[in-house]
């Protein structure tokens, strides 16, 4: 189960968060470890040292997400992750178009993965929410919340007719994850791609400007694919320092 959701339009906190990314890091060497270390200060136990820290390292974090304060913590930072987003949309060198007079920006997602950790990730852990667990947990914590909350955004499968929206009047209209903007040894392989942000009119969009945005995101989507490695790298070291 996702963390997060698109619901009425918006990014959203689903309530309670999936314990699989947790069993999944348990099995990396820095899980491995962080239970080791949770186990080695714990007593005897019937059903082993080990097995117990996992556990109590679930329970602490299931139990914490479920109430406040990091239950209202995870919900804003949905809308952080969303006005970190905005905010890139005004790094001017990023790919752009325009339609009815309004901006389409293409933003690459490893931009997106490192503004939100800078941003979103330090207002949590601020919260007082979360549970007196080892640092190696909260790093996995705060890492997997950032793609979690890209997830919940791609699962909301933005478009033109299904927008998500963003601060400052901006919104999600559509989003690629196969475009490799640097290397990915720098973005690891799950930040390739785009997303597609356009500046949202408060009476929305009739059915000409809905297919003008259409092919507007088409035109971008043809058009990066003609930019060199090295020039994808520069506009995103040009954005980041925006």
Not at 117 to 128: D, E, I, Y
Not at 136 to 153: H, N
Not at 206 to 232: F, G, H, N
Request: contains cysteine; charged residues 25%; hydrophobic residues 45%.
């Amino acid at each position: 189960m996702a963390w997060f959701e698109v619901s009425d339009a918006r990014l959203a906190y689903r309530g309670r968060i999936d314990r699989r990314p947790l069993a999944a890091w348990m099995q990396t060497s820095d899980g491995q470890a962080a239970i080791a270390a949770k186990a080695a200060r714990s007593g005897f136990r019937l059903i082993g040292r080990h097995r117990a820290a996992r556990r109590e390292i679930w329970r602490a974090l299931d139990q914490a997400a479920r109430a406040e304060p990091l239950r209202s913590a995870l919900d804003a930072a949905a809308d952080a992750f969303m006005g970190a987003v905005a905010d890139l949309a005004y790094a001017g060198s990023l790919p752009r178009t325009q339609v009815a007079l309004r901006r389409v920006v293409m933003i690459p997602r490893v931009m997106i993965a490192g503004r939100a950790r800078a941003t979103v990730c330090p207002k949590v852990l601020r919260s007082a929410g979360m549970p007196d667990v080892d640092e190696p947990v909260r790093a996995f914590f705060t890492d997997e919340l950032i793609a979690q909350l890209d997830a919940g955004l791609r699962s909301g499968r933005p478009s033109p007719s299904r927008p998500v929206g963003a601060p400052q009047h901006w919104a999600c209209v559509a989003i690629d994850t196969s475009y490799p903007w640097v290397d990915p040894y720098w973005s690891g392989p799950n930040w390739f791609g785009h997303v597609f942000l356009y500046e949202w009119p408060p009476a929305g969009l009739d059915r000409k400007d809905r297919k003008a945005l259409d092919r507007a995101i088409e035109d971008l989507r043809a058009a990066v694919k003609t930019i060199s490695r090295e020039r994808r790298h520069e506009l995103v070291r040009m954005a980041a320092t925006a």
